[in-house]
């Protein structure tokens, strides 16, 4: 079968190619991209190129294809899965796949280390070592594009996870947030900061006070209209929206906790004021975790070690979310539970993939959703309203999107998928 794909070739060098798969053994599986949302890692892949600890060395030759957070439909079983899997069932994928026997050793991933999968791709063989590991994940909600976001969802879902407490006198690390305890989220209402919203107010271990920090009060403000103080209190949560422009922010995020501080920190953004604001406002035993990735290898802040010995202040940092996490966040998507709509802020076919890859840097908003069956520029949702005066699908796209609060939505991406053309 024919696919069409995004491979890299070497640093710099992305290119939409159409090229034949190989037939399936009987441990492969044969499969369609329905979706894919572009990642920051697939940017720094394709800008280090076999510097990349994921990407092999024999790229220009045996060109890899990117693309690690996708969903879609199984197209044919081989027989050592016709027991597991069918045809039409449909998929997630769990990239880290701790494999030895990758074409990079440990560190093989789909996206980055491989000829024939990749979620930038219209077909694509999955081999053994996916469903060996247990990567290959059913998936049952509504949209394909909230399978896409399952793999962003579970470095969240991780992250709550991460967190430990140690009860006095003891050595016991108890994981998790503290129930019914006080969390913030600093610089928190962007992509990643809303899913941890989103997790905070319906995840079945819920603080009691959660405080969301910015210094910008239109996405403060936007973050409220998604993620509301009246749904937050109907699950038990006290949520407020502090913007720390002004003033003092450690003075007022310790009033809110009654002066005690806080039990979990989350810190969004790799910005020192930011992580010494987390420091300073950690109650006893508090835990702070640094989710956001800096790109400087020599980003340090300094932290208050006398608390770290009479206040028991501990540290974590998480990167990605493993498969545990990963189910965790199907089967909450699946029951409704979690929705990643607000994660999106633009929408393009696989034509578009390439440009977006290599300037995702430049580009303002959250996740670059892609559906890789279809030819679309890449557009972003608040242009809709724009767009659509001079075109009638986007108009149309743009009411639709609208009456979901300005979110991508199943309905939006079934009529995306009806009315734009095939690649």
């Not at 910008?216 to 403000?221: G, I, M, N, S, T």
């Not at 502090?242 to 003075?251: E, F, I, K, P, R």
């Amino acid at each position: 079968m024919k696919t069409k794909a995004v491979r890299l070739y070497g640093k710099g060098d992305l290119r939409l190619d159409e090229f034949e798969l190989p037939e399936i053994r009987d441990d492969e599986i044969l499969a369609e991209i329905i979706s894919d949302s572009v990642c920051m890692s697939s940017y720094k892949a394709q800008s280090q190129g076999t510097d990349h600890k994921r990407v092999p060395k024999d790229v220009a030759t045996n060109p890899i294809i990117i693309g690690h957070e996708f969903c879609g439909r199984l197209l044919k079983v081989g027989s050592k899965w016709a027991g597991q899997f069918k045809e039409g069932d449909r998929f997630a994928i769990q990239p880290a796949l701790n494999y030895e026997g990758g074409p990079v050793g440990l560190l093989s991933a789909p996206g980055y280390s491989y000829t024939t999968i990749g979620g930038a791709a219209t077909h694509i063989v999955i081999p053994a070592e996916v469903m060996e590991q247990g990567c290959l994940l059913p998936y049952d909600a509504e949209a394909f594009f909230m399978g896409s976001l399952a793999e962003p969802v579970s470095c969240i879902v991780g992250t709550y996870h991460a967190h430990y407490h140690i009860p006095a006198g003891t050595y016991i690390h108890n994981m998790g947030i503290v129930e019914g305890g006080k969390q913030a989220i600093l610089a928190g209402v962007g992509p990643m900061g809303l899913g941890a919203i989103d997790y905070a107010i319906h995840c079945d271990r819920k603080p009691s006070l959660l405080v969301v920090t910015d210094i910008d009060q239109a996405r403060l403000d936007r973050a409220a209209s998604i993620y509301t103080v009246a749904e937050a209190k109907k699950n038990g949560v006290e949520l407020v929206y502090l913007n720390t422009s002004q003033g003092d922010a450690v003075a007022r995020l310790m009033e809110l906790s009654g002066g005690k501080g806080y039990d979990d920190v989350m810190v969004m953004a790799p910005v020192a004021p930011v992580v010494k604001q987390g420091d300073a406002i950690l109650a006893q035993d508090g835990c702070l975790n640094f989710f956001a990735g800096p790109s400087d290898a020599s980003f340090s802040v300094e932290m208050n070690f006398y608390n770290v010995h009479y206040a028991a202040h501990h540290v974590v940092g998480t990167s990605g979310g493993n498969t545990d996490d990963l189910k965790e966040s199907l089967a909450m998507m699946a029951r409704g539970e979690l929705n990643p709509s607000a994660m999106v802020t633009h929408v393009g076919g696989l034509d578009a993939v390439v440009e977006t890859t290599k300037n995702l840097p430049k580009i303002p908003g959250g996740k670059k959703l892609m559906y890789v069956q279809k030819s679309c520029d890449l557009f972003a949702l608040a242009d809709l309203e724009e767009m659509g005066k001079t075109n009638p699908f986007y108009k149309e796209l743009g009411k639709i999107v609208k009456a979901h609060n300005g979110l991508w939505s199943a309905e939006a991406e079934a009529y995306f998928l009806a009315n734009t053309k095939n690649i």
